[in-house]
């Protein structure tokens, strides 16, 4: 049973995701939804399904890029595909707890896997800001939503900053630490085993032979995202250029950091439809494109991570009681 605090998530993501498909549904020519859906060219779509799936597989390669040089992580691939899977059907993106519970069984330190989890979510979250800023400069935009953007930019740029500066200057962060917090022992001592864990998870980005790969593949995995979307166009008979790609990418990269149900339900959908609005893209086209994209995403990837489930003898029940024994461990 959840704790109230976890029920109460749970259950305002879920009630964001009905007010967004309500909003969705509300007014719009099902029959031209359905027709749209009719017209799929499946070959198009099977090349979008094929490159989000290699999108997937350049994350693990550069997932093993973000361990510190002596560690030998493996099933990396394995543990992001279940890692998807999990937060297709789980709630609150359980499926990061998976990921991790993939590889450390395998014998990667827990708060290790968990740090690098951290610098993945801060490098998607520079490749989104980036596409935003492009969106905000390139496209007009109303005042809220460029608000929206701005405010998301700056705490990516923020968090960005604090990776860079603990990487870079591990010790005089230290140093910083115990100034501003050595007149309460235990906040201090909380704080410290925090950053000195943080700073050991970093050790992949202090060095030129991991970083240089790891900004290479980044490039690559967002390349293979953008051509994905594009051709997901394609299949729906949307004749859109790229930058239309880079503008729905940007907003679902935005919505997917809001509360919500399982997989994203009426968050990717509604992220769609605005970011097609800005290139004249009718509703109801919109809104079949963006169920067309996500059942192209969810389905694929649920059903390998269902399967590598099996593969990996994970349970899971078990993989929750493995994370829970884990973060009650203090890290070394």
Not at 62 to 82: D, E, G, K, S
Not at 267 to 292: H, N, P
């Amino acid at each position: 049973m959840p704790s109230a605090g976890r029920l109460v998530k749970i259950l305002l993501g879920i009630a964001i995701s009905a007010a967004l498909l309500v909003w969705l549904f509300w007014n719009v020519d099902l029959r031209a939804v359905t027709a749209r859906l009719a017209d799929t060219r499946w070959g198009w779509l099977s090349v979008s399904v094929a490159l989000n799936l290699v999108s997937l597989w350049a994350r693990a390669v550069r997932w093993r890029y973000l361990f510190p040089q002596r560690a030998r992580p493996t099933h990396l691939f394995n543990a992001v595909m279940i890692g998807y899977m999990g937060n297709n059907l789980l709630p609150l993106r359980a499926g990061e707890v998976l990921r991790v519970y993939v590889v450390t069984r395998r014998g990667q330190p827990f708060w290790t896997t968990v740090t690098t989890l951290v610098v993945e979510r801060a490098l998607d979250g520079l490749a989104v800001g980036v596409v935003l800023a492009f969106v905000f400069f390139q496209i007009p935009t109303p005042r809220e939503v460029a608000w929206a953007l701005e405010v998301f930019v700056g705490l990516v740029v923020a968090t960005v900053i604090v990776l860079v500066a603990i990487a870079a200057t591990p010790l005089p962060c230290r140093i910083l630490i115990h100034s501003l917090t050595y007149r309460w022992p235990g906040i201090e001592r909380r704080l410290l085993v925090v950053f000195d864990t943080m700073s050991a998870g970093l050790q992949g980005m202090r060095r030129p032979r991991q970083l240089l790969p790891t900004a290479l593949w980044s490039v690559a995995i967002w390349v293979v995202i953008v051509l994905s979307v594009w051709t997901g166009f394609r299949a729906a008979s949307l004749e859109l250029p790229m930058t239309a790609a880079l503008c729905v990418i940007a907003f679902i990269g935005l919505g997917v950091s809001l509360p919500s149900s399982p997989g994203f339900i009426g968050v990717i959908q509604a992220a769609t439809v605005l970011g097609l609005s800005f290139f004249g893209v009718g509703k109801a086209d919109a809104l079949g494109f963006s169920l067309l994209l996500h059942a192209s995403q969810f389905v694929p990837v649920t059903l390998w991570g269902l399967l590598l489930l099996v593969v990996e003898h994970v349970s899971l029940a078990e993989a929750g009681r493995g994370a829970g024994l884990a973060v009650n461990v203090r890290p070394d």
